[in-house]
Every structure is written in C-alpha cells, then in structure tokens.
C-alpha cells in the first residue's frame, strides 16, 4: 500500500490529453513539492518533472513541452497533452512525507497509448 | 559521461547480506546526496534510503530500518549499501539514484539513475 495513490492505469489516443493523478496528505503532498518519473519497459526510471530552487515545476533537457503538472492541497497530476506513442510508460509521482522523514513514491500508473 | 553503475547484487538465502556498491564517474561525487531506490518484480518503484554529501545524515524507510546500512567513500566515488537479515520481501532491482542537489532537499528530485543490481532472496 503506498502513502500516495494513483490510479494503476490510464489511457489515450494518439494527439489526445491524459492526465494522471497523485492523492496524498498534509504531511506529504500538502507540505512539499511533487517529482514524477517516467519508466519505459526495462530501463531504469528518469525525472520528467523536477522542482527548482523556487519550488516550481520544471521539465528536464529533453522532455517535451507536452508534459505539465500541476499541485493543489493535497493532490497533484501530470498532464500530457498531444499524446505519443513513445508516452507508453509507467509513471511515479514522487515526494517527501514529513512524518515518515523520507521520499514516498505512488504505487505507478500505466499508460497506454491506444 | 556521467554514469552509476551498481554491484553486488545476486542469490543470498533469507536471513543472510549482502553489501551492493555503487561506482559514480563524470561528476563530483562529495558534492551529491545520494539515494537507494528498489522495485520488487512487477512493482512500484519504493524509496529505501538517504545519504547527505558527507554522510552525517542517513535516513531509511521503515521497511529496512535496522537492517540496512547506507555509507559513502567519497574518495572512493562509491556509494553502499550494507544489507542484514534479508528477507523474501526484499527481492528486487536495486538502484543507486541521484539528488538533484538543490537547496531544500524534500523538494529534490532524483535526476541520475544506475542500471540496476538484482538482489533475490530465496532458499
């Protein structure tokens, strides 16, 4: 069971835009900032969305602009939008939990490119 | 090229350790908090532990807290992880991932990742 939930699927047609979802806490998501990861079948996981030094939300070299997040109390998404085939991936959304004094990760979404 | 690269893992029956090790290049090691992140096959990724650039402050998920010890050799550019009393539920890839490195470090996100080691508990 993780500390932060989101759902175990999602799916889209190509040029569609998904969004997937991240539920946590006060302690979690309530108080810090959300990373997510994207990892494609049989590699190692890589940051698409970071937070900066004025803790907003920025994408790495490289990731294109179609994906976006976004944060609101306790909840936060990713967006993807004009959506591709080389999107099919499982996504992690990723923060610090005061109470645990540690990083929690969601339980990871597959999405699947129709 | 900056790079992780993990070892140590394999076959180790329960109750049993095994020490992975973590080799960085391309970067300066001593000025990055580094990380253990596992995925049990078919699962989620689970954060399990934390080092600051100079190895004062570790933190643990509770998962492996007690059993599992993480340092550093900064002169060696190698990062460990010293695991104890291993346990069925601890079969996984095993990665070595690093922070980012900005200011507020709850904020951080994890922005380089080695391969991967395969630890499999099992008699």
């Known amino acids: 069971q993780s500390v932060l939930t989101q759902p175990p699927s999602a799916s889209g047609t190509p040029g569609q835009r998904v969004t997937i979802s991240c539920s946590g806490s006060?302690?979690?998501?309530?108080?810090?900032?959300v990373n997510w990861y994207q990892q494609l079948p049989g590699t190692a996981p890589k940051v698409v969305i970071y937070?900066?030094?004025?803790?907003?939300?920025q994408r790495p070299s490289g990731v294109p602009d179609r994906f976006s997040a976004s944060q609101s109390g306790t909840s936060a998404s990713l967006a993807i939008g004009g959506l591709q085939s080389e999107d099919e991936a499982d996504y992690y959304c990723a923060t610090w939990d005061d109470s645990l004094n540690g990083r929690v990760f969601g339980g990871g979404t597959k999405l699947t490119v129709l | 090229e900056v790079q992780l690269a993990e070892s140590g893992g394999g076959l180790v029956q329960p109750g049993g350790s095994l020490r992975l090790s973590c080799a960085a290049s391309?970067?300066?090691?001593?000025?990055?908090?580094m990380n253990w992140v596992r995925q049990a096959p078919g699962k989620g990724l689970e954060w399990i532990s934390y080092?600051?650039?100079?190895?004062?402050?570790?933190y643990y998920a509770d998962s492996v807290r007690g059993r599992f010890t993480i340092s550093r050799d900064n002169a060696k550019n190698s990062l460990y992880l010293q695991m104890n009393s291993l346990r069925d539920d601890d079969t996984a890839v095993y990665y070595c991932?690093?922070?980012?490195?900005?200011?507020?470090?709850?904020?951080?996100?994890?922005?380089?990742w080695g391969q991967g080691t395969m630890v499999t508990v099992s008699s």
């Open positions: 937070t900066d030094n004025q803790r907003s939300s």
């Open positions: 080092i600051n650039t100079s190895g004062t402050t570790v």
């Open positions: 006060s302690s979690n998501i309530g108080s810090n900032t």
């Open positions: 391309g970067f300066t090691f001593n000025t990055y908090r």
């Open positions: 991932a690093r922070d980012r490195g900005i200011v507020v470090v709850q904020y951080d996100a994890f922005d380089l």
